[in-house]
Protein backbone atom coordinates (compact mmCIF):
# COMPACT_ATOMS: atom_id res chain seq x y z
CA UNK A 1 0.00 0.00 0.00
CA UNK A 2 3.00 2.56 0.34
CA UNK A 3 3.21 2.31 -3.46
CA UNK A 4 -0.48 3.02 -4.10
CA UNK A 5 -0.54 5.37 -1.35
CA UNK A 6 2.68 7.58 -2.98
CA UNK A 7 0.60 7.29 -6.80
CA UNK A 8 -2.56 8.37 -5.10
CA UNK A 9 -0.75 11.31 -3.23
CA UNK A 10 0.64 12.13 -6.87
CA UNK A 11 -2.38 12.06 -7.96
CA UNK A 12 -4.12 14.55 -5.00
CA UNK A 13 -1.39 17.01 -5.83
CA UNK A 14 -1.81 16.91 -9.68
CA UNK A 15 -5.43 18.08 -9.26
CA UNK A 16 -5.76 19.94 -6.17
CA UNK A 17 -2.73 21.71 -5.91
CA UNK A 18 -2.94 24.59 -4.22
CA UNK A 19 -6.73 24.13 -3.37
CA UNK A 20 -9.32 23.30 -5.04
CA UNK A 21 -10.97 27.17 -5.55
CA UNK A 22 -14.24 26.29 -6.92
CA UNK A 23 -14.87 24.12 -4.07
CA UNK A 24 -13.25 26.62 -1.30
CA UNK A 25 -15.76 29.35 -2.72
CA UNK A 26 -19.19 26.89 -2.75
CA UNK A 27 -19.06 24.81 0.15
CA UNK A 28 -16.75 27.21 2.67
CA UNK A 29 -18.02 25.13 5.71
CA UNK A 30 -17.99 22.10 6.74
CA UNK A 31 -21.03 19.81 6.40
CA UNK A 32 -21.66 16.10 6.07
CA UNK A 33 -22.54 14.70 2.78
CA UNK A 34 -23.33 11.37 1.03
CA UNK A 35 -22.09 10.19 -2.37
CA UNK A 36 -23.12 6.83 -4.64
CA UNK A 37 -20.21 5.59 -6.98
CA UNK A 38 -22.64 4.27 -10.21
CA UNK A 39 -21.96 1.60 -13.18
CA UNK A 40 -23.32 3.78 -16.23
CA UNK A 41 -22.61 0.42 -18.04
CA UNK A 42 -21.87 -2.67 -17.30
CA UNK A 43 -18.44 -3.62 -16.25
CA UNK A 44 -16.31 -5.68 -14.51
CA UNK A 45 -15.17 -4.27 -11.16
CA UNK A 46 -11.11 -3.29 -10.08
CA UNK A 47 -10.02 -1.13 -7.96
CA UNK A 48 -12.89 0.04 -5.59
CA UNK A 49 -10.11 -0.43 -2.80
CA UNK A 50 -7.92 2.17 -4.03
CA UNK A 51 -11.27 4.48 -4.82
CA UNK A 52 -11.79 4.70 -0.90
CA UNK A 53 -8.43 4.92 -0.16
CA UNK A 54 -8.49 8.30 -2.28
CA UNK A 55 -10.82 9.97 -0.25
CA UNK A 56 -9.60 8.32 3.37
CA UNK A 57 -6.18 10.19 2.46
CA UNK A 58 -8.34 13.37 2.20
CA UNK A 59 -10.09 12.71 5.53
CA UNK A 60 -9.74 9.86 7.66
CA UNK A 61 -12.99 10.02 8.86
CA UNK A 62 -14.13 9.48 5.36
CA UNK A 63 -16.64 5.79 5.71
CA UNK A 64 -16.35 4.29 2.06
CA UNK A 65 -18.48 1.23 2.22
CA UNK A 66 -18.32 -1.45 -1.23
CA UNK A 67 -21.25 -2.62 -2.72
CA UNK A 68 -19.70 -5.27 -4.68
CA UNK A 69 -16.42 -7.18 -4.86
CA UNK A 70 -13.28 -7.34 -7.49
CA UNK A 71 -13.77 -9.04 -10.02
CA UNK A 72 -17.85 -8.87 -9.93
CA UNK A 73 -19.64 -8.04 -13.18
CA UNK A 74 -22.43 -5.09 -13.15
CA UNK A 75 -25.16 -3.88 -15.03
CA UNK A 76 -25.62 -0.70 -15.71
CA UNK A 77 -26.64 1.58 -12.63
CA UNK A 78 -25.46 -1.23 -9.78
CA UNK A 79 -24.58 1.44 -7.01
CA UNK A 80 -20.75 0.35 -6.92
CA UNK A 81 -19.85 2.18 -3.16
CA UNK A 82 -21.67 4.78 -1.07
CA UNK A 83 -19.25 7.30 0.60
CA UNK A 84 -19.61 9.12 3.51
CA UNK A 85 -17.76 12.29 4.62
CA UNK A 86 -17.44 15.93 4.81
CA UNK A 87 -18.56 17.36 1.78
CA UNK A 88 -15.95 19.67 0.32
CA UNK A 89 -13.53 15.98 0.97
CA UNK A 90 -15.76 14.03 -1.28
CA UNK A 91 -15.46 17.01 -3.85
CA UNK A 92 -11.91 17.26 -4.26
CA UNK A 93 -11.42 13.21 -4.38
CA UNK A 94 -13.56 12.71 -6.87
CA UNK A 95 -12.03 13.19 -9.88
CA UNK A 96 -8.93 11.52 -8.87
CA UNK A 97 -10.93 8.21 -7.65
CA UNK A 98 -12.74 8.10 -10.54
CA UNK A 99 -10.03 8.36 -13.20
CA UNK A 100 -8.32 5.75 -11.56
CA UNK A 101 -11.43 3.17 -10.65
CA UNK A 102 -12.47 4.22 -14.56
CA UNK A 103 -9.66 3.02 -15.64
CA UNK A 104 -8.79 -0.01 -13.95
CA UNK A 105 -12.18 -1.78 -14.25
CA UNK A 106 -11.83 -0.49 -18.16
CA UNK A 107 -8.56 -3.10 -17.66
CA UNK A 108 -10.88 -6.08 -15.99
CA UNK A 109 -13.58 -5.77 -18.41
CA UNK A 110 -11.34 -5.74 -21.64
CA UNK A 111 -9.53 -9.01 -19.72
CA UNK A 112 -12.31 -10.65 -18.97
CA UNK A 113 -13.02 -10.51 -22.95
CA UNK A 114 -10.19 -11.80 -23.82
CA UNK A 115 -10.15 -14.50 -20.99
CA UNK A 116 -13.37 -15.84 -22.14
CA UNK A 117 -12.70 -15.89 -25.57
CA UNK A 118 -10.15 -18.40 -25.34
CA UNK A 119 -12.08 -20.56 -22.78
CA UNK A 120 -11.66 -24.33 -23.78
CA UNK A 121 -7.98 -23.63 -24.70
CA UNK A 122 -4.86 -23.98 -22.68
CA UNK A 123 -3.73 -20.53 -23.84
CA UNK A 124 -3.28 -18.19 -20.43
CA UNK A 125 -3.88 -13.97 -21.70
CA UNK A 126 -0.97 -12.29 -19.95
CA UNK A 127 0.00 -8.68 -20.13
CA UNK A 128 2.98 -6.57 -20.87
CA UNK A 129 5.25 -3.67 -20.04
CA UNK A 130 3.06 -1.09 -21.89
CA UNK A 131 1.89 0.48 -18.94
CA UNK A 132 0.52 3.85 -18.08
CA UNK A 133 3.96 5.21 -16.39
CA UNK A 134 3.59 5.32 -12.78
CA UNK A 135 0.62 2.88 -12.65
CA UNK A 136 2.04 -0.01 -13.62
CA UNK A 137 1.39 -1.95 -10.43
CA UNK A 138 -2.52 -0.95 -10.56
CA UNK A 139 -2.67 -1.74 -13.99
CA UNK A 140 -1.35 -5.43 -13.72
CA UNK A 141 -3.62 -5.73 -10.60
CA UNK A 142 -6.40 -4.93 -12.62
CA UNK A 143 -5.55 -7.72 -15.21
CA UNK A 144 -5.64 -10.47 -12.72
CA UNK A 145 -8.79 -9.31 -11.53
CA UNK A 146 -10.17 -9.56 -14.85
CA UNK A 147 -9.01 -12.85 -15.22
CA UNK A 148 -6.03 -12.73 -17.40
CA UNK A 149 -2.08 -13.21 -15.52
CA UNK A 150 1.14 -10.95 -15.23
CA UNK A 151 4.10 -10.80 -17.57
CA UNK A 152 7.21 -9.48 -15.87
CA UNK A 153 6.67 -7.03 -14.38
CA UNK A 154 9.90 -4.96 -15.50
CA UNK A 155 13.25 -5.37 -16.37
CA UNK A 156 14.22 -6.50 -12.91
CA UNK A 157 12.12 -9.50 -12.48
CA UNK A 158 12.82 -11.95 -16.25
CA UNK A 159 14.84 -12.31 -18.88
CA UNK A 160 13.58 -11.38 -22.86
CA UNK A 161 15.75 -11.69 -24.96
CA UNK A 162 14.06 -9.55 -27.90
CA UNK A 163 15.19 -8.72 -31.42
CA UNK A 164 17.54 -5.57 -30.18
CA UNK A 165 19.44 -7.70 -27.62
CA UNK A 166 20.34 -10.49 -30.13
CA UNK A 167 21.44 -7.69 -32.67
CA UNK A 168 24.30 -6.51 -29.75
CA UNK A 169 24.84 -10.22 -28.40
CA UNK A 170 25.35 -11.14 -32.33
CA UNK A 171 23.34 -14.06 -31.99
CA UNK A 172 20.27 -16.03 -30.18
CA UNK A 173 23.05 -18.39 -29.32
CA UNK A 174 25.53 -16.24 -27.54
CA UNK A 175 22.68 -13.91 -25.93
CA UNK A 176 21.50 -17.26 -24.43
CA UNK A 177 24.91 -18.16 -22.83
CA UNK A 178 25.42 -15.38 -21.54
CA UNK A 179 22.16 -14.69 -19.69
CA UNK A 180 22.50 -18.05 -18.65
CA UNK A 181 26.13 -17.04 -17.22
CA UNK A 182 24.96 -13.81 -15.23
CA UNK A 183 21.52 -14.60 -14.13
CA UNK A 184 20.68 -16.78 -10.93
CA UNK A 185 19.12 -20.34 -11.75
CA UNK A 186 15.89 -18.93 -10.58
CA UNK A 187 15.37 -17.16 -13.16
CA UNK A 188 14.29 -18.30 -16.92
CA UNK A 189 15.12 -17.27 -20.41
CA UNK A 190 12.69 -16.19 -22.92
CA UNK A 191 13.90 -15.48 -26.83
CA UNK A 192 11.84 -13.35 -29.21
CA UNK A 193 11.31 -15.04 -32.46
CA UNK A 194 10.25 -14.00 -35.56
CA UNK A 195 10.47 -17.14 -38.20
CA UNK A 196 10.80 -21.31 -37.63
CA UNK A 197 14.81 -20.74 -37.93
CA UNK A 198 14.89 -18.97 -34.98
CA UNK A 199 12.93 -21.04 -33.56
CA UNK A 200 14.95 -24.01 -33.54
CA UNK A 201 17.95 -22.08 -32.43
CA UNK A 202 16.58 -20.51 -29.87
CA UNK A 203 15.36 -24.32 -28.82
CA UNK A 204 19.04 -25.59 -29.21
CA UNK A 205 20.27 -22.87 -26.97
CA UNK A 206 18.09 -24.01 -23.96
CA UNK A 207 15.65 -20.81 -23.59
CA UNK A 208 12.59 -22.25 -21.20
CA UNK A 209 10.45 -19.73 -22.84
CA UNK A 210 9.70 -19.09 -26.80
CA UNK A 211 8.16 -16.41 -28.09
CA UNK A 212 6.34 -16.59 -31.54
CA UNK A 213 6.24 -12.59 -32.72
CA UNK A 214 3.40 -11.73 -34.97
CA UNK A 215 4.01 -15.22 -37.11
CA UNK A 216 1.44 -16.61 -39.07
CA UNK A 217 -1.06 -19.33 -37.79
CA UNK A 218 0.55 -21.91 -39.74
CA UNK A 219 3.69 -20.76 -38.37
CA UNK A 220 2.91 -21.29 -34.65
CA UNK A 221 1.50 -24.48 -35.47
CA UNK A 222 4.67 -25.53 -36.81
CA UNK A 223 6.52 -23.88 -34.02
CA UNK A 224 4.62 -25.84 -31.06
CA UNK A 225 5.34 -29.16 -33.15
CA UNK A 226 8.73 -28.35 -33.18
CA UNK A 227 9.11 -27.34 -29.37
CA UNK A 228 7.39 -30.30 -28.42
CA UNK A 229 6.95 -29.41 -24.82
CA UNK A 230 10.36 -28.10 -24.43
CA UNK A 231 9.75 -24.81 -23.98
CA UNK A 232 6.92 -22.41 -23.13
CA UNK A 233 5.25 -21.29 -26.06
CA UNK A 234 3.92 -17.41 -26.14
CA UNK A 235 2.31 -16.15 -29.12
CA UNK A 236 2.63 -11.68 -29.25
CA UNK A 237 2.12 -9.35 -32.17
CA UNK A 238 -1.43 -9.10 -34.12
CA UNK A 239 -3.68 -9.88 -31.19
CA UNK A 240 -7.03 -8.54 -30.82
CA UNK A 241 -10.52 -9.89 -29.77
CA UNK A 242 -11.11 -11.18 -33.31
CA UNK A 243 -7.63 -13.17 -33.66
CA UNK A 244 -7.21 -14.29 -29.93
CA UNK A 245 -9.08 -17.63 -30.36
CA UNK A 246 -7.44 -19.01 -33.41
CA UNK A 247 -3.96 -18.14 -31.90
CA UNK A 248 -5.53 -19.83 -29.30
CA UNK A 249 -6.53 -23.20 -31.31
CA UNK A 250 -2.81 -23.43 -32.51
CA UNK A 251 -1.73 -25.07 -29.39
CA UNK A 252 0.30 -21.82 -27.31
CA UNK A 253 0.88 -21.84 -24.00
CA UNK A 254 0.65 -17.87 -23.58
CA UNK A 255 -1.19 -15.31 -25.40
CA UNK A 256 0.28 -11.70 -24.89
CA UNK A 257 -1.93 -9.23 -25.41
CA UNK A 258 -0.21 -5.02 -24.80
CA UNK A 259 -4.04 -3.71 -25.70
CA UNK A 260 -5.03 -4.89 -22.11
CA UNK A 261 -3.06 -2.10 -20.23
CA UNK A 262 -2.04 0.76 -23.60
CA UNK A 263 -5.45 0.65 -24.79
CA UNK A 264 -8.37 0.18 -22.52
CA UNK A 265 -11.65 2.28 -22.92
CA UNK A 266 -12.05 3.70 -18.85
CA UNK A 267 -15.35 1.94 -18.29
CA UNK A 268 -18.37 5.07 -17.72
CA UNK A 269 -19.07 5.59 -13.85
CA UNK A 270 -19.99 8.40 -12.10
CA UNK A 271 -20.08 9.96 -8.41
CA UNK A 272 -23.62 11.90 -7.39
CA UNK A 273 -23.50 13.65 -4.31
CA UNK A 274 -27.36 13.39 -2.59
Given at each position: MITIDRMIEQA???????????TKAVVPQRRPAEARLIAKEGLVVAGLLIAGRVFSRLDSE????????????????????VINGDAADLLMGERVALNILQRMCGIA???????????????RIVDTRKTTPGLREIEKYAVRIGGGHNHRTGLYDGVLIKENHIAAAGGISEAVRRARAYIPHTLKIEIETENLMQVDEALKAGADIIMLDNMTLDDMRTAVATIA????????????????RAIAETGVDIISVGAL????RAMDISMLLD
Open positions: LLEDIHTGDITVIFKNNYAEGDHLEKGAVMATLTSRYVAAVEGTNAGQAVVEASGGVNLETVTHSP
